[in-house]
């Protein structure tokens, strides 16, 4: 029995070991993880009431279509209902994407230093990975227009982009899908959205208008703080998601999930709440490492890139040692850079002196 080569040309996903575990085998009082760029705030306790009495109701399958979900989002959206796709995480999406538009004999153009999922979603299908390089940490798309090859079928573009948490702006986005051939799919995979600001950030869903190759991906694992529900979701024309439909599985998204998004999506003031505490803790991270003397990239997101200028597997060590989980940028290709998610007050304060602890004892 042999395994199809292009499978085992993947490297296995390598999880973290969970909290506890990590606090266990330590002897740790705490623990904090800053690695996957959650919401720390929680879930939102009301939206976990309201779900309460669907519990019972488990042992139904779920709404293969997502129709209350659906109803609600479109209309938040400003879109028609045929335009949405649900996914078991953005994550799924991106594997459809895929599975529809990918093969050996096509490929796809993605960034290097970019969120993993796209070169995995293209070797899934055995299909070529083209490179577009970053500029200055940032999407450059005029590298990706360069990048484009007649067989050329998918582009994967992360804006803001995870690691580095800059974005690329609405010119030069237009420019990009003016010279993109208008059969060649253009995936914006927008999963920090909501914390984005800036008046150049591209506001993605009116080009659906003008432009019918695009494909935007968001989540509720971010700024909804649901990562552990497993739900995001595609906006795109009609077309798009009925090929994507063919290749979903019917029960893709768990009740609860759908359950969880409608009641975030229903509460009133959350993403003000959220941004204002991920604005005010950005900047008091920003003003604790420049006091430290230590790089970092300006961020659109709820994650910062710093450029740590020692090995980053010997920090992520150091720091999970004293009890905080980051995550070494090493498989991103900067070996010498950490990503650490913004999380709530008492945890950067708790960031930063174990930051301060190990850049001393890394320094003697
Ligand atoms: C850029 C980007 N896209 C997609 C995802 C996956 O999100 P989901 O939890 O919806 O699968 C992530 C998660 O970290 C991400 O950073």
Redesign the pocket.
């Given at each position: 029995m042999k395994a199809n080569k292009n499978i085992l040309d993947i490297k296995p996903y390598v999880p973290g070991k969970p909290i506890e575990e990590v606090q266990r085998e330590l002897g740790l009082e705490r623990v904090i993880k800053l690695a996957?760029?959650e919401n720390n705030l929680g879930v939102p306790k009301r939206a976990l009431e309201k779900v309460q009495s669907k519990l019972s109701e488990l042992f139904l399958y779920p709404d293969g279509s997502c129709y209350k979900l659906r109803t609600k989002l479109a209309e938040k959206l400003g879109v028609d209902k045929s335009q949405l796709i649900f996914?078991?995480?953005?994550?799924?999406?991106?594997q459809l994407i895929a599975l529809a538009y990918l093969s050996e004999e096509k490929s796809a153009v993605i960034a290097n230093g970019?969120?993993s999922?796209y070169e995995f979603s293209a070797k899934l299908m055995n299909a070529k990975s083209v490179v577009a390089p970053l500029k200055d940490y940032t999407y450059d798309l005029d590298a990706f227009a360069k990048a484009l090859g007649d067989d050329t079928n998918v582009v994967f573009l992360?804006n803001?982009?995870?690691?580095t948490g800059t974005y690329f702006p609405a010119k030069q986005l237009e420019s990009f899908l003016d010279k993109a051939p208008a059969d060649v799919l253009i995936v914006i995979?927008?999963?920090?959205y909501e914390y984005a600001y800036g008046d150049d950030y591209p506001q993605s869903i009116p080009l659906l208008d003008n432009y019918e190759n695009i494909i935007i991906?968001?989540?509720?694992?971010?700024v909804y703080s649901l990562?552990g529900c497993?739900?995001?979701y595609g906006i795109a024309s009609k077309e798009i998601i009925e090929v994507l439909n063919r290749a979903r599985q019917p029960f893709n998204v768990n009740s609860l999930a759908q359950e969880l998004a409608v009641a975030v999506l229903e509460e009133d003031g959350w993403i003000e709440e959220v941004r204002a505490i991920n604005e005010a803790q950005k900047e008091y991270l920003y003003q604790e490492l420049d006091k430290l003397g230590v790089k970092y990239l300006p961020t659109k997101a709820n994650f910062i890139f710093i450029d740590i200028q020692k090995n980053a597997q010997d920090v992520f060590q150091a720091l999970m040692k004293l009890g905080v989980i980051i995550r070494p940028m090493t498989g991103f290709g900067f070996p010498e850079a950490i990503r650490v998610s913004i999380g709530l007050p008492e945890e950067n304060k708790f960031f930063i002196e174990c930051l301060k602890k190990v850049l001393d004892s890394l320094r003697k």
């Open positions: 996957s760029n996914g078991n995480g953005s994550d799924e999406i991106l970019t969120f999922e992360c803001p982009n995870n690691p995979d927008e999963a920090y991906l968001r989540t509720f694992s971010k990562a497993r739900i995001g």
